[in-house]
């Protein structure tokens, strides 16, 4: 049974499937906003931030270029907003200031979520909380123990973005439509995530031979220096531009739309894990099928006994650091 928050008000509206809610308006929440307005699926978007100049400003900017997309009312609002949304998406939180520690910034963020939290849960909110705020399988985490609310309905965006870098890599690598690349990177958003060759394939071909029907024969080589691009993608982003936005708000973007049109297609999304592969008490990411309840099941991909070992060990270190959170 979900946990509910004192005072919490009571909700007699439904989620209604044409309303978004994005709380946070810093760099990836405006670019996550543009994005949605530009997809046409929603007809209302509250901007949520604690700074309320900020929200307004972005909303008007947004709202400007609404003419050339599909009718919609974009406007900043506040908690009481989300109440009938059927997605509210959190890019609220710190960044990582030079010299501070990851557990600094995590005390940090947390901190920040166990204010926004317990404001959403006071409206009785019933639609899907998606996590896109960095350290995010910390803080997808911490939403659901905050929350209370069923882990279906609580998703991190996990490595959707790292994802699709590892497709547009080897994409590049092979001279081949990235949609045809069928592969994961999977465990955290972060250092420690994992590309999962074993089961990587270019429409149902096995890796290794369409890389020799293309000319490529070291595998060993290759594979490693593409997970290395792909994992460092982010610091090269940041070094050249202090921040990275479009990429994640394309894959907000696309998780949204897969709960809108309850698409259950297969997105590597964070959310807690409960025994599988040996893991448990943690939120990673791992592919799932998501549709309009959120997550509803893991699909188990084949690991090699070194990507099974590594996969334990991201989560061993998410669980560290949720330990020493006092989470």
Not at 276 to 289: K, T
Request: with cysteine.
């Amino acid at each position: 049974m979900e946990q509910k928050a004192k005072n919490q008000t009571v909700n007699t509206k439904m989620p209604n499937p044409r309303k978004i809610a994005i709380i946070g308006c810093g760099f990836v929440g405006a670019a996550c906003a543009f994005a949605l307005m530009q997809s046409g699926m929603f007809s209302e978007m509250v901007l949520i931030d604690v700074d309320r100049r900020r929200a307004e400003g972005e909303a008007m900017d947004i709202s400007h270029g609404v003419p050339f997309a599909k009718p919609a009312k974009i406007y900043a609002g506040d908690y009481e907003d989300v109440a009938d949304a059927a997605i509210v998406v959190i890019t609220a939180g710190a960044g990582q200031k030079p010299g501070e520690t990851r557990l600094e910034l995590v005390h940090k963020n947390i901190s920040i979520f166990q204010s926004i939290i317990p404001r959403i849960c006071e409206q009785d909110y019933r639609g899907i909380l998606l996590v896109v705020s960095n350290p995010v399988d910390i803080l997808t985490y911490v939403t659901a123990r905050l929350s209370g609310y069923t882990e279906n309905r609580v998703i991190g965006s996990g490595t959707v973005l790292d994802t699709a870098r590892l497709k547009r890599a080897v994409s590049d690598h092979l001279n081949v439509d990235s949609r045809s690349v069928h592969a994961f990177i999977i465990g955290e958003h972060g250092d420690s995530e994992i590309a999962a060759w074993s089961g990587a394939n270019i429409s149902g071909i096995p890796l290794n031979d369409f890389c020799e029907l293309r000319g490529h024969y070291e595998h060993s080589k290759e594979t490693k220096r593409i997970a290395e691009e792909v994992k460092n993608s982010a610091y090269e982003i940041i070094q050249k531009k202090q921040a990275t936005y479009f990429g994640i708000a394309m894959s907000v973007k696309r998780i949204c739309e897969v709960i809108l049109r309850d698409e259950k297609s297969i997105l590597p999304v964070s959310s807690l894990m409960y025994g599988e592969y040996g893991i448990s008490d943690v939120a990673l990411s791992m592919p799932a099928i998501v549709g309009k309840n959120g997550v509803e099941t893991r699909v188990p991909i084949p690991l090699s006994a070194d990507e099974l070992e590594r996969l334990q060990h991201s989560a061993s270190m998410l669980r560290d650091v949720l330990d020493e959170a006092g989470m």
